[in-house]
T-cell receptor, first 115, second 117 residues
Framework: AQSVSQHNHHVILSEAASLELGCNYSYGGTVNLFWYVQYPGQHLQLLLKYFSGDPLVKGIKGFEAEFIKSKFSFNLRKPSVQWSDTAEYFCAVNALTGTASKLTFGTGTRLQVTL | GAVVSQHPSRVICKSGTSVKIECRSLDFQATTMFWYRQFPKKSLMLMATSNEGSKATYEQGVEKDKFLINHASLTLSTLTVTSAHPEDSSFYIC?????????????FGSGTRLTVV
């Protein structure tokens, strides 16, 4: 069974600081990888996803993530965070089985950006 | 893009009553719908997977008789919390897979905040 771990539970950064949120998964086969964001009071939104190809994926709002297969990692990065990036970030993985399969989520990382 | 409409967004009910949550796929057919529950400060936990025209598949530890799932059509899946208790208070989210350039993306509903008093 697949599992996802996010190492940082709560991160506090000042505006303009660089961000990196860790995500590791466990599954021996081919996977799709996702990062979702949940702003306060809002629903989950897709930040970016990796299916295949270039392991460096660029998403919305200046976020990017790098898939490192050998490390089973898919860390999220942003060079310079803004106050509006304050939100909960979830890494998710699904195993490619040929049919739509469930997403397994990490426990989430709460990002707080201070002015 | 694909949209999943989830209603109601908030509901308060008395202990012992039942509550129905609906998720509709707009502009696409959702043969599968995933139902998640989000606990405060915790991740989304998959409760069950509904499939149009067949019985739902429940995750371990989820009571089938308490969380009734029906997937009556290709655009509608419902979750009914029966005989609700305060411990059922939570945030429930549905999600449907949607083909996206040959791969699977997932579209989430806006969630339902259930409060049982």
């Amino acid at each position: 069974a697949q599992s996802v771990s996010q190492h940082n539970h709560h991160v506090i950064l000042s505006e303009a600081a660089s961000l990196e949120l860790g995500c590791n998964y466990s599954y021996g086969g081919t996977v799709n990888l996702f990062w979702y964001v949940q702003y306060p009071g809002q629903h989950l939104q897709l930040l970016l996803k990796y299916f295949s190809g270039d392991p460096l994926v660029k998403g919305i709002k200046g976020f990017e993530a790098e898939f490192i297969k050998s490390k089973f990692s898919f860390n999220l990065r942003k060079p310079s965070v803004q106050w509006s990036d304050t939100a909960e970030y979830f890494c998710a993985v699904n195993a490619l089985t040929g049919t739509a399969s469930k997403l397994t989520f990490g426990t989430g990382t709460r990002l707080q950006v201070t002015l | 893009g694909a949209v999943v409409s989830q209603h109601p967004s908030r509901v308060i009910c008395k202990s012992g009553t039942s509550v129905k949550i609906e998720c509709r796929s707009l502009d696409f057919q959702a043969t599968t719908m995933f139902w998640y529950r989000q606990f405060p400060k915790k991740s989304l936990m998959l409760m069950a997977t509904s499939n149009e025209g067949s019985k739902a598949t429940y995750e371990q530890g989820v009571e089938k008789d308490k969380f009734l799932i029906n997937h009556a059509s290709l655009t509608l899946s419902t979750l009914t919390v029966t005989s609700a208790h305060p411990e059922d208070s939570s945030f429930y989210i549905c999600s449907a897979p949607d083909r996206d350039r040959g791969n699977y993306g997932y579209t989430f509903g806006s969630g339902t905040r259930l409060t049982v008093v």
